[in-house]
């Protein structure tokens, strides 16, 4: 099972937490392996964060008034999902490090840890993302060791998988996020309902049959 997101998609930790949902309730969940794949909603992004509303409604083509209400709704889809956003104010930025942070964080057995309390971090926490360290510090609170992820972060590491999760998504017809990929058999875009997840699990499953014991 493979995810592509990224940190500051609201739809990606909304999604991440359907999927969740539907996985809790397979029978064969114990059999799925889930990878979270890198993929950056604007590359171009600053490296500075910049104020969010004026910079997104620009970027959709829409007011800030129209961009505030998008996410309110947002906030109470989320809200029914068990997940508290924040959402009004704050900042966005380039997130290639965070990806990079993960691709660390999935060698080290802990990708899923992380990318939760990225996800939390941003949309309930209001806290940064972007810069070296915050990320060691959300890294760290997940159970990293602090001073590998700042050597990571320093040296540049881990650049080559995240451009490669990226072109891979390309390949397989993902132009956003989340996008989510079962057993390289089918394909679920969009925060899907958990119904929808759950019957992408079952299909999967049934095709590929049980592991071997």
Not at 55 to 63: D, E, F, P, Q, R
Not at 84 to 109: K, P
């Amino acid at each position: 099972m493979e995810i592509w997101s990224d940190v500051v998609c609201p739809w990606c930790y909304l999604g991440k937490r359907r999927f969740e949902r539907a996985l809790a309730g397979f029978e064969h969940r114990d059999q799925v392996v889930v990878t979270f794949r890198s993929f950056e909603l604007d590359p171009a992004a600053p490296r500075e964060p910049q104020p969010k509303a004026p910079l997104l409604a620009a970027k959709y083509g829409i007011s800030e008034a129209e961009f505030a209400a998008s996410e309110q709704r947002l906030t109470r889809l989320a809200a029914a999902e068990g997940l508290e956003y924040h959402l009004d104010g704050g900042v966005i930025g380039n997130t290639f490090d965070a990806h990079r942070v993960l691709q660390f964080a999935r060698e080290r057995g802990r990708q899923d840890v992380v990318a939760e309390r990225l996800f939390r971090a941003y949309f309930t926490e209001r806290r940064s993302v972007f810069d070296e360290d915050s990320l060691v510090e959300l890294a760290t609170e997940s159970g990293l060791d602090g001073d590998e992820v700042r050597r990571v972060l320093k040296e540049g590491a881990y650049a080559d998988e995240v451009r490669a999760d990226i072109d891979q998504a390309r390949a397989l017809g993902a132009n956003g996020v989340p996008f989510f990929v079962f057993d390289r058999r089918y394909a679920v875009s969009g925060a899907q309902p958990a119904e929808t997840f759950a019957a992408a699990l079952d299909k999967a499953y049934q095709d590929a049959g049980p592991l071997p014991k």
